[in-house]
């Protein structure tokens, strides 16, 4: 079998799928399709990914803090606010569904302005998650970096659930 064939793509995402959630309890999966089908994608939860091409004047550098961060431990504080947040944690995951679809219609559409303005929409939403929360998705150091970042006409994010581990750089 080779990972060429989409069916041995499809049968090996859902079998990590499946052991990612029992390891982190839940998650969206992003590393998964990422690991199994490269390249830049379009996720959605429970849907195929789809292939894009970044926009071409679009730079990008993903950093590495030298500390990990644990997905379960951040996983928690959100769903525990979930259960008392009511409708704040939906206006909160909405505006990140809104900067996801923003930043996947810029990449379809090769606008790196607009992946860009994007980027910086989905770090005030994940700024919001984390204070709301109670969890530090968005780290003092990350928040000062997207500072400096905005400056330069770029942002600079968490990657994944945040915690400061790892984080993207976006710019034209």
Known sequence: ES?????????????ELDAHARVQAGGSGVD???SVHGGALVYTMNRPPQRVRMPHNLVWQVFFSGQSARTSDLRAKVDAFKARGGHRHAA????????????????????????????????????ALGEAADAPIVTPAVRELARV???????????????????VFVGT
Request: negative net charge.
């Open 3 to 15: 990972l060429e064939d989409a069916a041995v793509r499809d049968r090996l995402m859902k079998h």
């Open 32 to 34: 998964i399709a990422a």
């Open 92 to 127: 909160v995951l909405s505006q990140l569904g809104v900067s996801a679809h923003a930043g996947a219609l810029a990449a379809e559409q090769g606008d790196g302005e607009a992946l860009v303005h994007a980027a910086r929409t989905a770090f005030e939403a994940l700024s």
């Open 149 to 167: 970042a905005t400056l330069e006409g770029a942002a600079f994010l968490p990657s994944g659930a945040g915690g400061g581990d790892s984080s």
